[in-house]
């Protein structure tokens, strides 16, 4: 899998859009961005996931620069629920059958 | 999107005793699963992929006699710990290929795993 980096930890008021970048620079033509995050002693959830467009679904957006190098993950209002560890991942086609490697993640603390 | 059920969420045990996970693919078949330990403030980490009905593959530095794992169906694997120590508390979570494509993985909810 290709090597992604993440900040730390963020910070976002509830009802603000909380922005999570993933820098993924060596990512290759094949691989898709996969995004999941972990509330709390539950598993991981997955988010969204894209290969070269935009996504967006009911739970937020992925944002995905043209050269594919970096992405953003977009929770347009985020609320006290989605504290939580995002992990950003890169995968290809080609691991289908293989297990998910997660990294450090960013810890995403939403306050009132 | 797909379901995976692993139980129980939570378990105290006695040093010296076997503990069974189960992790169950609800709506799906899964040919594949994993499972993955947490330690406090910790990332998740890959202990082994069960195959079903063959052995499973397990990470480097994880001991395969300790916790046996059995993926007898479609729909079920199982981790036990065995003679489980203190330091085998943790968080073990199973996780399930299934679904749309790419290659989406769906966890279970967790087991808390404490040795007494």
């Known amino acids: 899998d290709a090597k992604t980096t993440q900040p730390t930890s963020m910070d976002c008021a509830e009802g603000r859009a909380a922005n999570l970048p993933c820098n993924h620079s060596?990512?290759?033509?094949?691989?898709?961005v996969y995004w999941y995050r972990q509330i709390h002693s539950q598993g991981p959830q997955y988010i969204i996931h894209?290969?070269?467009n935009n996504e967006t679904n009911e739970m937020a957006s992925l944002i995905i620069t043209e050269d594919r190098k970096s992405s953003t993950l977009i929770l347009p209002h985020a609320t006290l629920r989605d504290t939580a560890v995002y992990y950003c991942?890169?995968?290809?086609?080609?691991?289908?059958?293989?297990?998910?490697?997660f990294g450090k993640g960013t810890t995403l603390s939403v306050s009132s | 999107g797909a379901v995976v059920s692993q139980h129980p969420s939570r378990v105290i045990c006695k040093s010296g005793t076997s503990v069974k996970i189960e992790c169950r693919s609800l709506?799906?078949?899964?040919?594949?699963m994993f499972w993955y330990r947490q330690f406090p403030k910790q990332s998740l980490m890959l202990m082994a992929t069960s195959n079903e009905g063959s052995k499973a593959t397990y990470e480097q530095g994880v001991e395969k006699d300790k916790f046996l794992i059995n993926h007898a169906s479609l729909t079920l694997s199982t981790l036990t710990v065995t003679s489980a120590h203190p330091e085998d508390s943790s968080f073990y979570i199973c996780?399930?290929?299934?679904?749309?494509?790419?290659?989406?993985?769906?966890f279970g909810q967790g087991t808390r795993l404490t040795v007494v």
């Open positions: 709506d799906f078949q899964a040919t594949t």
């Open positions: 894209g290969l070269k």
């Open positions: 991942i890169v995968r290809g086609l080609n691991q289908a059958g293989t297990a998910l490697i």
């Open positions: 060596t990512i290759s033509g094949n691989e898709y």
């Open positions: 996780s399930a290929r299934g679904g749309t494509t790419p290659a989406e993985a769906f």
